[in-house]
């Protein structure tokens, strides 16, 4: 266990609909990153929050957004929902500044399945 | 830009030793970082080489060489629940940000 909790394990929706995925990071880690991984697709970084404010984003797309909340838990939007949004999604989060070996602990992650 | 690359699949018998490589291609490198992820599982860090050289953790060792562009991760007396990918991941720029930028992830087969 990691100490990285996310919810909700499983996601199943519809084309066009809006959902949020919800992470906490282990305790005193202020780093949040949201990853996406598909079937054809390694692990692809989206955005990070460090104790709330974004910090990075990577090829993340209009249609979704994240924030992270003065508790430091960290919520990924992704609305009008496609098919190719299907995916795991995970987050991690990582001590100040990443640590020494730049170690990142991932949750279970979100399987979200768009129908 | 930021790649990484490594080979797709890798299959090797139980108690043997396997190789797992890496070449990569980066602005500014701050380390080498591998994770292991079991099917559908999350991302497990596993080790870390920012100097060139060999770190070992038990039946894993990492290693690095700056000038190559290159490191590797050895696995060995395998075992049966190392089944798994193997992702290799460096610091993406801003280098400030600890965003990690992973390899598209080897798949070990461990066969009996």
């Known amino acids: 266990d990691s100490g990285v909790t996310q919810t909700p394990k499983h996601l199943i929706t519809a084309t066009g609909q809006r959902v949020t995925l919800r992470c906490s990071p282990r305790s005193g880690d202020l780093s949040v990153y949201w990853y996406q991984q598909s079937l054809d697709q390694g692990l692809q970084f989206l955005i990070q929050y460090y104790n709330g404010e974004e910090r990075a984003k990577g090829n993340i797309l209009e249609r979704f957004s994240a924030q992270q909340f003065p508790d430091l838990h960290s919520e990924l939007n992704l609305s009008s929902l496609e098919l190719g949004d299907s995916a795991l999604y995970f987050c991690?989060?990582?001590?100040?500044?990443?640590?020494?070996?730049?170690?990142?602990?991932f949750g279970p992650g979100t399987r979200l399945t768009v129908l | 830009g930021q790649s990484l690359e490594q080979p797709s699949e890798v299959t090797a018998v139980e108690g043997a030793i396997v190789q797992i490589n890496c070449t990569y291609q980066?602005?500014?490198?701050?380390?080498l970082s591998w994770y292991q992820q079991h099917d559908g599982g999350a991302p497990t860090f596993l080790s870390y080489n920012a100097l060139d050289g060999l770190e070992e953790t038990g039946r894993f060792s990492s290693f690095l060489s700056r000038s190559d562009s290159y490191g590797y991760l050895l696995l060995q007396e395998l075992q049966m629940k190392d089944s798994a990918s193997y992702f290799c991941a460096v610091r993406g720029r801003p280098s400030n940000t600890g965003k990690l930028i992973f390899g598209q992830g080897t798949t070990l087969q461990v066969k009996p």
């Open positions: 980066t602005s500014g490198f701050y380390g």
């Open positions: 991690a989060s990582s001590a100040p500044g990443g640590g020494e070996t730049d170690t990142q602990y």
